[in-house]
């Protein structure tokens, strides 16, 4: 089981910077890929940006250019910059890390951090 504490959420207005951390109870010594996904009222779980153990990087499509996802020395906590914030970024933001296994994938879940963009 791997324990995820986030912290960074906030208000912040249009074109505002945020930076969201994320500390894990693990390392990418035995974790496959970290990152966050976002939630707004009424939509799904999307992914935001992850990266993997390999260092490599996906961000979803409405980020790109604007967030940047990377991880300390450490292995065990990776970082979220983002800039030029926009409204429709308001959401609940969690912490993900993902195991994959060769029976099945496993996900674990931070408890959420809100962060709200008025415009």
């Known amino acids: 089981q791997v324990q995820l504490v986030e912290s960074g959420g906030g208000l912040v207005q249009a074109g505002g910077s945020l930076t969201l951390s994320c500390i894990a109870s693990?390392?990418?010594?035995?974790?496959?890929?970290m990152g966050w996904y976002r939630q707004a009222p009424g939509n799904r779980r999307e992914l935001v940006a992850r990266i993997f153990r390999d260092s490599s990087i996906e961000y979803g499509d409405s980020v790109k250019g604007r967030f940047t996802i990377s991880r300390n020395s450490a292995g065990n906590t990776v970082y979220l910059q983002m800039n030029n914030l926009k409204p429709e970024d308001t959401a609940v933001y969690y912490c993900?890390?993902?195991?994959?296994?060769?029976?099945?994938?496993?996900?674990?879940w931070g408890q959420g951090t809100q962060v709200t963009v008025s415009s």
């Open positions: 693990e390392d990418f010594s035995s974790i496959n890929a």
């Open positions: 993900n890390a993902a195991k994959f296994r060769l029976a099945e994938d496993f996900d674990f």
